[in-house]
């Protein structure tokens, strides 16, 4: 790997299957830079478990996540990959930025918000300090950008802000990394509740990677729009989200800007759109779906490929944080 290349890093937590949203918002822009940047990809399984995991399906889409994510375009020769509890030093990390990250910001990250009201019966430690521990994952690796969708734009910056506070008391240890947010895919909406965001938590709604065309011409069948029949398909988000997020979809998909769908459909109601979005995702998912059908039986190649992986990212994490460790006054060995 080129030393002068900019980095870029991400995650996914494997705490269900990746979904469109995940796709659109996240890998595929992942993908698209894979010759411009130094990429460091993972699956964030620690952060997983500040929900409750069934833990033998944890272990096994994590490892379904890897061979999606190599689906997805991801070389492994050319990108990192690796399973986030395999390099301790984000465990590490995640402890000293803890005592540098305040009760006060950490209250107000809607994540945290919306997960504690959703299991009102497990508002663990681990949940509220959450974003401490993404802070690790991104500074350990001195990233320059960090591609997410819209959702994880709050937590990115208050990695920039933890980051500052302690170069400020330090000196120049963690480099300032950037959110990069797609124009088009970065919120994706649920299908049948186009106000809330696509989640598996709404299986309905959400679009699977690893879904059978069947299903997904069903799922599409289905997608909440409205009885507009003068002007259907036009982009209108306060008053028509459920067709705006189609086509948001559709255009992410094709490359198609909103005028020319427009143009596309112009006189042509929902009965001709939704089958059309629903063909454009199941074209373009097809192939990823088949490559990690066939990656997934691989085990031996997948677990070449994580070991790989965690060996190359412990090495740029451990220098991280033995300059971290230095810096906040640990008795060096
Ligand atoms: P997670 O696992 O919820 O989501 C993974 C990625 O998918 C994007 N995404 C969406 N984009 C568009 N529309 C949607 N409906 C949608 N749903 C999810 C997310 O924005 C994200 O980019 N905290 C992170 C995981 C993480 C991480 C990190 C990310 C842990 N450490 C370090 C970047 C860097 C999370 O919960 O994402």
């Known amino acids: 790997m080129e030393e002068n290349k900019k980095r870029m890093l991400s995650g996914i937590q494997p705490s269900g299957d990746l979904h469109l949203g995940n796709y659109l918002g996240a890998i595929k822009n992942w993908a698209e830079r894979v010759d411009d940047y130094e990429c460091y990809y993972f699956m964030a399984d620690m952060h997983t478990i500040t929900v409750r995991q069934v833990p033998a399906d944890l272990r096994k889409r994590s490892l379904n996540q890897l061979a999606q994510y190599i689906a997805c375009g991801l070389d492994p020769e050319k990108n990192t990959l690796f399973l986030q509890s395999h390099v301790p030093a984000h465990a590490q990390l995640g402890w000293v930025l803890d005592c540098y990250t305040m009760f006060g910001e950490l209250s107000r990250m809607t994540q945290f918000k ?26 350990l690796y001195q990233a320059d950008y960090v591609p997410v969708g819209e959702d994880q734009k709050q937590h990115i910056e208050l990695t920039r802000d933890i980051a500052q506070r302690f170069n400020s008391i330090y000196g120049d240890v963690f480099k300032i990394p950037e959110p990069l947010i797609a124009k088009t895919g970065a919120r994706i909406y649920g299908l049948t509740t186009p106000n809330d965001k696509m989640s598996k938590s709404i299986p309905e709604g959400c679009v699977f990677i690893m879904d059978d065309p069947d299903t997904i011409n069903r799922k599409f ?11 259907p398909v036009r982009f209108a988000p306060e008053e028509k989200p459920g067709v705006a997020n189609l086509m948001n979809i559709y255009s992410t998909v094709t490359g198609k800007s909103f005028e020319e769908i427009e143009a596309e459909f112009a006189g042509k109601g929902y009965g001709a759109f939704k089958p059309a979005v629903a063909e454009a995702v199941i074209e373009s998912l097809r192939p990823i779906r088949e490559e990690a059908e066939r990656l997934i039986k691989d085990k031996a190649y997948l677990e070449d490929v994580y070991r790989k992986g965690a060996e190359r990212a412990s090495y740029i994490a451990n220098k991280t944080l033995r300059k971290v460790y230095k810096k906040v006054g640990f008795y060096q060995i």
């Open 114 to 139: 919306d997960k504690s009201a959703k299991h009102k019966d497990n508002i663990n430690a681990g949940l509220f300090t959450y974003p401490a521990l993404m802070a690790a994952d991104i500074l």
């Open 221 to 231: 069948k289905k997608a909440v729009t409205d009885s507009d029949t003068e002007n």
